[in-house]
């Protein structure tokens, strides 16, 4: 009965800019925490970002300085702003949401041209 659905994702040439969101559909009445994940082949879904309700954010150390993650708790909606993109982070992107358990999206897909 949630359903979140990712956006945004493209392809883009290293040093460029994408915004991803998240928008959570459905039976919500509140949205704990919510984060971003990213995935490439043959490897281990990894956190790259977290926000909880009031708004702490957690980033993991290789997009420190370069993404930025925040919500609209109006719109039930999350965002990634991902700027100076690097091929490294080519992967598939995934939100997911704590909403009496955990949600996850289908994923985005991000590319990053050299």
């Known amino acids: 009965q949630v359903q979140l659905v990712e956006s945004g994702g493209g392809l883009v040439q290293a040093g460029g800019s994408l915004r991803l969101s998240c928008a959570a559909s459905g039976s919500i009445i509140s949205i704990g925490s919510m984060g971003w994940y990213r995935q490439a082949p043959g490897k281990q879904r990894e956190l790259v970002a977290g926000?909880?309700?009031?708004?702490?954010?957690n980033y993991a150390d290789s997009v420190k300085g370069r993404f930025t993650i925040s919500r609209d708790n109006s719109k039930n909606t999350v965002y990634l702003q991902m700027n100076s993109l690097k091929p490294e982070d080519t992967d598939v992107y995934y939100c997911?949401?704590?909403?009496?358990?955990?949600?996850w999206g289908r994923g985005t897909q991000v590319t990053v041209s050299s």
């Open positions: 926000i909880t309700r009031g708004g702490v954010t």
């Open positions: 997911n949401a704590f909403i009496r358990t955990v949600y």
